[in-house]
């Protein structure tokens, strides 16, 4: 009889008072037994709806099957099968939108925690005995893959699995491109993505770091180099402002320069040489993962009041609930409703407080979300004095700048066939670089899809 109840097993996790101020992880994971009984809860429907919901097809009911089982070597391998990042995906996916949306246990009551199953298969692995990796035998052909994101690195992992060489040339000091920089270590710890990263190591896939293409090599000198295609996963790392009075005053900065100041640059520590400025009023705007990621490190970097800025109502907000969650039990103060309209400072250039004007909802817009309208002389100063702005990002442009042949939209976003292919012939894209910011299990995604292409086109050359 499989597990009836209604509620997912619950899972364990720092209380939140403690964690508030320390950047460890906020979710400790399952235990086998926990695993095993929320994995009873699972029906094994015969059409797998929960699969038509995961962009990189990981096979559910199977591996949940083998949790069942305690074989969790063997559920690892079915789920490493299609996803190469398994330890990050049930960490940071969007399940409730994407695989766990479609299990038929929410219809009444919760999902399937498919999630967490996915996080301790591959916790699980990662801290038991190593299991022995064969590399596939090489077909003598080589690819490249620019940015070790999440997109890059399942392009490259998909590719060495078929027999390819394949180089990842990535920009930073250390491969796993918005897993490292972008997310925190209470969401997702570093030393989890450097794990990812050394199976596809073992795998044959090779990483170059600090390589800046566009500048240390070019598109061009990479194929005169050998490679047979080239995919492009480099991510959306410019960040977007809101073009308001007061935003070049010290004190402003992205939420991209300020969690990778934190994430990859220690800057929470007094004796780097790039600290980050210890804030005691700090204004987050934006409502998306990204601002509750920028608002919860400024909480454990010591501020006494952070608050998220946001134009919507909660209805509308774009982040997880449970990350909105996460972050009010934590003390985030949300002012929703609310949008600024000038941050104003003192005599020495530094941020004094933030200028906001109420806000209500009106029809909504091309998005199916309410359009906010402004409230006419409801304007207040909020004392503050740091503003960080999370309202999206961009690609850089500097590879469309320094690539022949390369088109790209009004947004600046390269533009791509139903193949992944870009408008020169054997240059693929995906990711962040051709959406614009989105979630990391839809880049993965992208990165398979163009595996796939690239060892069709490479196969018919």
């Known amino acids: 009889m499989p597990n009836m109840s209604l509620n997912k097993v619950v899972m364990p996790e720092q209380d939140p008072k403690v964690r508030a101020r320390n950047f460890e992880e906020v979710t400790l994971g399952y235990t086998e037994e926990m695993a095993v009984e929320e994995a009873e809860r699972c029906l094994n429907c015969k059409n797998k709806p929960c699969v038509t919901g995961c962009p990189v097809g990981v096979k559910i009911p199977e591996f949940i099957a083998k949790v069942k089982e305690k074989d969790f070597y063997g559920a690892y391998e079915v789920i490493k099968s299609t996803n190469a990042l398994p330890a990050v995906c049930g960490r940071v996916c969007p399940q409730e939108n994407q695989c766990e949306g479609k299990c038929v246990r929410g219809i009444k009551g919760e999902p399937v925690g498919i999630g967490r199953l996915e996080r301790f298969v591959a916790d699980y692995v990662m801290n038991g005995k190593a299991v022995p990796v064969q590399k596939p ?10 940015g070790a994101g999440p997109a890059g690195l ?30 925190p270590e209470f969401r997702l710890p570093k030393s989890i993505v450097q794990k990812e990263v050394n199976a596809l190591k073992d795998l044959g896939v090779e990483i170059m770091t600090n390589m800046v293409i566009g500048k240390v090599l070019s598109i061009d000198d990479i194929i005169e180099m050998g490679y047979e295609a080239v995919f492009i996963g480099s991510g959306a790392g410019l960040p977007n402002f809101m073009g308001i009075e007061g935003e070049s005053l010290i004190g402003v900065c992205s939420a991209n320069e300020y969690l990778t100041r934190i994430n990859l640059m220690k800057g929470y520590l007094d004796d780097y040489t790039t600290p980050v400025i210890k804030s005691k009023k700090v204004a987050v705007v934006g409502g998306g993962n990204v601002a509750m990621d920028a608002a919860r490190s400024a909480m454990r970097m010591g501020a006494e009041h952070v608050y998220i800025v946001y134009r919507r109502s909660e209805e509308e907000l774009p982040a997880r609930k449970e990350e909105v969650h996460h972050a009010k039990e934590e003390g985030i103060e949300f002012m929703l409703l609310n949008n600024p309209v000038k941050i104003n400072g003192d005599e020495n250039g530094r941020v004094s407080s933030m200028k906001c004007i109420k806000m209500e909802l009106g029809e909504p817009d091309e998005s199916g979300r309410r359009r906010p309208k402004e409230i006419p002389g409801s304007e207040f100063d909020l004392e503050v004095d740091t503003v960080i702005m999370s309202i999206g990002t961009s690609p850089n442009p500097l590879i469309r700048r320094t690539t022949n042949g390369i088109e790209a939209n009004k947004r600046g976003c390269l533009i791509v066939n139903e193949d992944m292919m870009t408008t020169r012939d054997g240059i693929y894209a995906g990711g962040d670089a051709v959406t614009g910011a989105a979630t990391v299990i839809l880049a993965m995604g992208a990165g398979k899809t163009a595996a796939a292409s690239i060892d069709k086109y490479i196969s018919s050359k």
């Open 137 to 146: 035998a090489s077909n003598g052909k080589k690819v490249a893959v620019v």
């Open 154 to 183: 399942t392009c490259a992992g998909d590719l060495a699995r078929l027999g390819y060489q394949v180089t990842v040339f990535e920009a930073f000091h250390v491969a796993g491109g918005v897993l490292m920089y972008g997310i």
